[in-house]
């Protein structure tokens, strides 16, 4: 079972940028979809992006051309890369592994805050 953890979230204003990264341990994590969460409050949580195993990506309409994901699988780590943040990005930010079926493991979650 994977282990993930995630990092760099903060208070950033308008405007500005945040990188977050997702270190795993315990198992590789180069064979599986990976992606990106967020929960803001009083909100459903909603996936932001999505990177495949051979680096294909999908992006919510909300963050595209904005937000950047990767993934370098010889350091078992993912990142998203969030520019030109707005206050409606504003959440908990958790990676998962085993997008999209229904199974996988969480981080336990960094939290961005966007003022405006």
């Known amino acids: 079972q994977v282990q993930l953890a995630e990092s760099g979230g903060g208070l950033v204003q308008a405007g500005g940028s945040l990188r977050l990264s997702c270190a795993a341990s315990g198992s590789a994590i180069s064979s599986v979809t990976m992606g990106w969460f967020r929960q803001a409050p009083g909100k459903q949580r909603e996936l932001v992006a999505s990177?495949?195993?051979?680096?294909?990506?999908n992006y919510a309409d909300s963050v595209k051309d904005r937000f950047t994901i990767s993934r370098d699988n010889a350091k078992n780590t993912m990142w998203l890369q969030m520019n030109n943040l707005k206050p409606e990005d504003t959440g908990i930010y958790s990676c998962k592994s085993n997008v999209g079926l229904p199974f996988g493991s969480w981080g336990q979650g960094t939290q961005v805050t966007v003022s405006s």
């Open positions: 990177i495949s195993p051979n680096g294909r990506t």
